[in-house]
C-alpha cells in the first residue's frame, strides 16, 4: 500500500494554458475526492467518483475544469484556460465505500503557480 | 448542509502545555467529525475520527477529541505540547454515506520552546 500518489507535485504555467494533474488511489479504494486548498483555508471539495462514476461535482468547478476516472483507478484533473485564481494547491484522496464513515487518505498534493 | 467552524486561526501554546484545538459542527443528522493534521507544503494526515461509537476519541500522537452533541463540539487536546505538533490542524465533517468531507478553515498550532 503506497499510498494516494499525486503528480506532479508542482507546477508553473502562464495564464491561458491548460494544465493536467494525475492521481493514484490506495489500490482497492473505489472512490476518489478533488479537493483545492488555497493558503490559509481548508480543503474545498470539487468532484468526486465512485468507481468511474462522477458522483457529484462542486460549484467551484467551472466549465474550465474537466475531472475523469476512466477506468475506476487512476483520474485526471485537468484546468483549460488557467487564470492566476487558479493558484492553489489541488488534494486527491481515496476512501473505501462503505456506511461506517470511512476514512478519506490524502496525497500530498499538486501545487499550482498561476503567472 | 453540514458545516464546521473551527474557533481561533492561530494557537500558540508552550512546550509542555495543553492543546486546546476548537470545533464545532452543524448538522441536521447524526455527524461523522474528524481531525487531520497538515505540516508545511505536505497533505492531510488523519489524527482522529468519530463514527458514533465512543464519544471520547483516541487518536495518534497523543491527540484526543471528545464528542458532545450538547455542546455540537468535537475539540481536540493534547495533555503536553511537543515541538514537532506545529502544524495545521482541520477539523471536519461528513454523514452516513461518505458524503464528501467538508472542512474548517483550519487552526495554525505553533508550539513555543
Known amino acids: 500500500d503506497t499510498g494516494v500518489s499525486q503528480n506532479p507535485r508542482h507546477k508553473i504555467t502562464k495564464r491561458g494554458q491548460n494544465v493536467t494533474f494525475r492521481c493514484d488511489p490506495i489500490s482497492e479504494h473505489n472512490r476518489l475526492y478533488w479537493y483545492r486548498q488555497t493558503l490559509g483555508q481548508g480543503p474545498e471539495f470539487l468532484t468526486y467518483f465512485q468507481n468511474e462514476a462522477q458522483l457529484e461535482k462542486s460549484r467551484l468547478l467551472s466549465d474550465r475544469f474537466s475531472a475523469e476516472r476512466p477506468k475506476g483507478s487512476f483520474s485526471t484533473l485537468e484546468i483549460q484556460r488557467t487564470e492566476q485564481g487558479d493558484s492553489a494547491m489541488y488534494l486527491c484522496?481515496?476512501?473505501?465505500?462503505?456506511?461506517?464513515?470511512?476514512?478519506?487518505?490524502f496525497g500530498e498534493g499538486s501545487w499550482l503557480t498561476v503567472v | 448542509a453540514q458545516s464546521v467552524t473551527q474557533l481561533g486561526s492561530h494557537v500558540s501554546v508552550s512546550e509542555g502545555a495543553l492543546v486546546l484545538l476548537r470545533c464545532n459542527y452543524s448538522s441536521s443528522v447524526p455527524p461523522y467529525l474528524f481531525w487531520y493534521v497538515q505540516y508545511p507544503n505536505q497533505g492531510l494526515q488523519l489524527l482522529l475520527k468519530y463514527t458514533s461509537a465512543a464519544t471520547l476519541v483516541k487518536g495518534i500522537n497523543g491527540f484526543e477529541a471528545e464528542f458532545k452533541k450538547s455542546e455540537t463540539s468535537f475539540h481536540l487536546t493534547k495533555p503536553s505540547a511537543h515541538m514537532s505538533d506545529a502544524a495545521e490542524y482541520f477539523c471536519?465533517?461528513?454523514?452516513?454515506?461518505?458524503?464528501?468531507?467538508?472542512f474548517g478553515k483550519g487552526t495554525r498550532l505553533s508550539v513555543i520552546a
Open positions: 471536519a465533517v461528513t454523514i452516513v454515506g461518505n458524503t464528501p468531507l467538508v
Open positions: 484522496a481515496s476512501s473505501l465505500d462503505a456506511l461506517s464513515g470511512n476514512t478519506i487518505y
